[in-house]
Antibody
Framework: QVQLVESGGGVVQPGRSLRLSCAAS????????MHWVRQAPGKGLEWVAF????????YFADSVRGRFTISRDNSETTLYLQMESLRPEDTAIYYC???????WGQGTLVTVSS | NFMLTQPHSVSESPGKTVIISCTRS????????VQWYQQRPGSAPTTVIY?????PSGVPDRFSGSIDSTSNSASLTISGLKTEDEAAYYC?????????FGGGTKLTVL
């Protein structure tokens, strides 16, 4: 069935890096734009980053621009989020989301703490 | 970029109908599709409406979406409320690759 499965979350110290992955299955991944969305504890949803179907276009929220990178491997049907210089305020559940007829993964928790 | 404004909370009784609004601050509500997401406590969001008024398979027809250019807003209507509908609901639009979310509305069914 159509599915997105995130992985790579964990506890990391401020200033360190982390890479999240999102494995897609059940649909033509290479034809869809994708997003990362996060949710801090007890807060609402916050859009983080976008990548077009062919990776030619990438956009970022102001809060992460210059620190986060989005990429994809269409041959492996996987989406990535490389997070650098992490801050405590980056603590959140991170979701990958298909743009058209949106589907969501179950999320992966990132905790930035010393 | 524009903002999407939702009421913080709404409540209604089982069996009744509730409408949750989502008002766009600038630009036309019709310029970009609106999606609606349901999030139950402790769970990931799921899509209940996409492209203004489309229902994903598996979402009951008690859920419907619409847009109103006069008020520049989108609405999620849930009829025949059930206790299982109690959740947070978020509206959202994509604009030139950027994603914009409303602040969310907590629906209480009591």
């Amino acid at each position: 069935q159509v599915q997105l499965v995130e992985s790579g979350g964990g506890v990391v110290q401020p200033g360190r890096s982390l890479r999240l992955s999102c494995a897609a299955s059940g649909f033509a991944f290479s034809a869809y734009a994708m997003h990362w969305v996060r949710q801090a504890p007890g807060k609402g949803l916050e859009w983080v980053a976008f990548i077009s179907f062919d990776a030619s276009q990438k956009y970022f929220a102001d809060s992460v621009r210059g620190r986060f990178t989005i990429s994809r491997d269409n041959s492996e049907t996987t989406l990535y989020l490389q997070m650098e210089s992490l801050r405590p305020e980056d603590t959140a559940i991170y979701y990958c989301v298909r743009e058209v007829a949106p589907i969501w993964g179950q999320g992966t928790l990132v905790t930035v703490s010393s | 970029n524009f903002m999407l404004t939702q009421p913080h909370s709404v409540s209604e009784s089982p069996g009744k109908t509730v409408i949750i609004s989502c008002t766009r601050s600038s630009g036309s509500i019709a310029s970009n599709y609106v999606q609606w997401y349901q999030q139950r406590p402790g769970s990931a969001p799921t899509t209940v409406i996409y492209e203004d008024n489309q229902r994903p398979s598996g979402v009951p027809d008690r859920f419907s979406g619409s847009i109103d250019s006069t008020s520049n807003s989108a609405s999620l209507t849930i009829s025949g409320l059930k206790t299982e509908d109690e959740a947070a609901y978020y509206c959202q639009s994509f604009h030139s690759g950027y994603g914009i979310f409303g602040g969310g509305t907590k629906l209480t069914v009591l």
